[in-house]
């Protein structure tokens, strides 16, 4: 059978090829780090990473690896069972305690992923009585994560208060209504503005879920996310994130919540229910994560100061960068196939980076997006930006 569908695949490959949005996956044969060495494609040899989602800096840092060493001695490699079998350890429920606390809410589940999170909120919360208003540019796993309940799919523009309010009104009629947007918009590295939400969610009886995976750790004051910075802790009723980006690096998710949703996700939540446990030398390692986040705004700084530091340099000198002053900072490039070869040309001169383009991102709006890390140190950021400057003129403009 396969033989007939053989050519047709092929070809579709082809055509994603000729449009300049194949996505082809360097090798890197270091730990993630500030600097990684590729081992294929490309320019071999150390380079300068900057498309990491490592924001602190905390994938190769020696306390956490440490943490991880002891942990498998301790735990063990794996749980090879889903959590209300015969895979819950008490590293499990220590790491849930401690993010419940960090977050302000009052339980926390884990998950293999906040793919997997997301995924498996929807479904348990909502019937086809209720109703699901969602941010258009929401993460993929918030998308997939509402097509699998047969709650009524509305969306709002980016970030606007007014469409949002007028989805609200048309879905008076619901039993229930909950508002999901990204706490950071990953692609664009814009906020979410949550205080406002939350004042339309209180006068429509909605609930708010936020999906803060591109802020828990370094936004806000102490590192908890969008609701700490627009002081809404107390007023968001889901949170979902990712213990893959700041917390560490690794894999993993979670959904802290008000304690019966929390509740009713561990006896309905289909990932939760038939997902191996996650791994405890990554809970353990977590737990790590946790009280270096919570002992030092170090870090936090430093990744500010990187932050302001190249947004500022590339604006200098004629780079479009989308505003704000998130660590994310997409440099618009428009055509994708332009900036395909732009982060080629990078990678030449020592700088990794990945260009971005549809399906990722709409038609016209391909870009490089830059990830700062609080790993990163001046000399670093300057060395991108002079790279960023030879290689547009490599490239012609």
């Known amino acids: 059978m396969f033989d007939n569908v053989r050519a047709d695949i092929a070809a579709t490959l082809d055509e994603i090829r000729e449009a300049g949005l194949f996505k082809p996956e360097r090798v890197i044969g270091t730990p993630q780090s500030a600097a990684v060495t590729v081992t294929g494609g490309g ?24 943490a991880a060493k002891d942990a498998l001695d301790r735990w063990g490699y794996g749980m090879a069972s889903v959590r209300f079998i015969c895979g819950t350890q008490d590293v499990h429920k220590e790491l849930e305690d401690r993010l419940s606390a960090f977050l302000g809410q009052e339980d926390t589940i884990l998950y293999s992923s906040c793919f997997d999170a997301n995924g498996g909120v929807f479904e348990t919360l909502l019937g086809a009585e209720d109703a699901v208003i969602s941010d258009a540019l929401n993460h993929a796993s918030i998308i997939d994560g509402i097509r699998l309940s047969k709650a009524r799919r509305h969306r709002y523009a980016n970030r606007d208060m007014a469409d949002l309010e007028q989805q609200l009104k048309e879905t008076q009629d619901a039993r229930r209504r909950l508002i999901v947007t990204d706490g950071v918009f990953s692609m664009d590295g814009y906020v979410a503005p949550l205080r406002e939400i939350c004042d339309l969610a209180d006068r429509y009886d909605a609930m708010v879920m936020v999906d803060d995976s591109h802020a828990v750790g370094f936004v806000g004051a102490g590192g908890r996310g969008t609701p700490e910075l627009h002081g809404v802790m107390d007023r968001v009723d889901v949170i979902t994130g990712t213990l893959g980006k700041a917390l560490g690096g690794a894999s993993g998710g979670y959904v802290a919540a008000r304690r019966e949703i929390v509740a009713l996700l561990r006896q309905r939540s289909r990932p939760y229910l038939f997902s191996n446990s996650l791994a405890p030398v990554i809970a353990a390692a977590s737990l790590k994560v946790l009280d270096l986040v919570e002992q030092s705004n170090e870090l936090r700084e430093k990744l500010a100061a990187n932050t302001a530091l190249f947004r500022s340099r590339m604006t200098e000198a004629g780079f479009e960068i989308l505003p704000g002053d998130h660590p994310i900072a997409p440099v618009m490039i428009g055509d994708a196939a332009k900036a395909g070869r732009l982060a080629e040309l990078l990678l030449e001169r020592g700088v990794y980076v990945i260009g971005f383009s549809y399906p990722v991102v709409p038609h016209g709006q391909a870009r490089i997006r830059v990830q700062l890390s609080a790993a990163h140190s001046t000399e670093d950021v300057e060395r991108a930006v002079a790279a960023f400057v030879d290689a547009r003129a490599a490239l012609g403009e």
């Open 43 to 66: 320019r071999p040899g150390e380079v300068l990473n900057f498309c990491a989602n490592n924001y602190l800096g905390l994938a190769d840092h020696p306390e956490v690896l440490a």
